[in-house]
Each structure stands twice: as structure tokens, then as C-alpha cells.
């Protein structure tokens, strides 16, 4: 489905008036998703895992050099003419000010299930929400009228209302109470056993096990270990990557270890 081929990014910067520079941020980076399974990006802020997704569908800043090969079942990205249907891949991002504060949250859903490529009734509109546990009076508020978890959910809604074959969620949890999260990663749990392909993007290690089947780890622009989710148990022991394991054993329910390799204190 998805495959990232020896992706890296860099920035140009100028250095006085004349020469530039480029600061690279993220190198050599290999990654795949399939059909059927959650594939977890997981990484300390800074480590680039926005700019993954980012590069994935054509949106970073106008200063970034990209190299490699992405694509999407065989197709180049990014860029939705790359893909053979609008709909193919969908993004959940991360900051909420992608919502339009001007628009009603029904007519953001509607706008999304377009581009999306489908029409949808008014009663599939509220069957989206409703899947996320937004209720009916969301489909005439402003995005300024919903809490902030209400509005993460509605994101979700909206990228998922065209059925795409490949969602990319970026941190879709953030600011939800435990049920509510549980809930989302469900929702995309349920997805990826429908034969979707999810590259669930987040810093909680212990939330991206609990339901994913992979797990990619990123330290400081490169990526450093991808893992079975099931290996991450116990001690820590079926690990492969010195890295993975010291993030595992760092979390709270384990030793709580605080110092990880050639993170200089990572904060998880």
C-alpha cells in the first residue's frame, strides 16, 4: 500500500545574504504499510514525525528538499493527481486550526466527504459523527463552539467520511479523555481489519502497542528500529534495537528509566 523509499528531508537556510545551507531533519528513511495493519511512527518531539506525513501528501514548507521515493500502491506521491481516485489516502493532523473557524462543522464534513470524491445524505453526515460519538447539534456549530476533544474527533470524521484506503493519523488522541481515545483507536483498529492500511502517528509508546502491529521508532531524524507491537512486553527482551528497548523500560509501568541511548534525557 504505502512504501517510503530512502525518504530524507532537508530545509534551506541562508547564512548572511548570500550562501544557504541545507539543515537536514529527516535522512534515509525506510518505512512501509500494508493493507490490513496499523503501522505506529513513534518519536520524541522534533524527531520528524509530522514531516513524514507532511511529505506524504505534498504540504511542507516551500524551503524543503525532498529525496527518496514515496508512493501509494505503486503510484508516486505526493499530490492527489498521483492517485488513481480522490479519497485514496486521507490525513488526520495534528493542530486544530486546520478546521475552518468561518464554517459550520456539518458543512467541513460535507466539504470533506467531497473532495473525497462522494456525496453523502444528511443522515450519513450524522452516522459519521455519531462513530465518533459527536452528536447532531455538531452539524451547526463552529469549530469555536466545541471543545477541543470534540473537535479532534470531528477531524477524524471528516478524514475517514470518504472511506480512504490509507489514513494517516497524527497524534489523533491528544487532548482526549481515556475513553474517548480508547475509542478513536478502535475506530482505527476497525478500519485496518477492513483492509485498510493506518500509520498512526503518536509519542505514546504504550497507547501505539495496545493497537498496532508494527512499531517504527524515529530518534533524531532517523529512523532506529522497527519492531513487532507484541514484542514490546515484559522486559523488553524480544526487542531487536537498543533504542526500542530503553523507550520501553522507560515508561511508567516498567523500571521508569530516565536515560535513554543518544537522546541526552528524551522526555516520553
Known sequence: MLSVENLSISFLRYDGVVHRREVTALDGIDLSVSRGEIVALVGASGAGKSLLAHALFGILPANAVVRGRLSLEGMPLPGASSVDARGGMALVPQSLSHLDPLARCGRQLQWAAR????????????????????????????????????????????????????????????????????????????LADG?????????????????????????????????????????????????AKALWLAMPGNRFAVSLPGSGGLDV
Open 115 to 190: 473532495r473525497g470524491g462522494v456525496s453523502k445524505t444528511r443522515q450519513e453526515l450524522l452516522a459519521a459523527l455519531e462513530r465518533f460519538g459527536l452528536g447532531t447539534e455538531v452539524m451547526r456549530l463552529y469549530p469555536h463552539q466545541v471543545s477541543g476533544g470534540m473537535a479532534r474527533r470531528l477531524l477524524l470524521a471528516m478524514a475517514t467520511i470518504a472511506n480512504p484506503a490509507l489514513v494517516v493519523a497524527d497524534e489523533p488522541t491528544s487532548g482526549l479523555d481515556p475513553d474517548a481515545a480508547r475509542g478513536v483507536l478502535g475506530h482505527l483498529r476497525g
Open 195 to 243: 483492509g485498510k492500511a493506518v500509520l498512526l502517528i503518536t509519542h505514546d509508546l504504550v497507547t501505539a502497542v495496545s493497537h498496532a502491529d508494527r512499531v517504527a521508532i524515529l530518534q533524531n531524524g532517523r529512523m532506529v528500529g522497527i519492531e513487532s507491537a507484541d514484542a514490546f512486553s515484559d522486559d523488553g527482551e524480544r526487542l531487536t534495537h537498543p533504542y
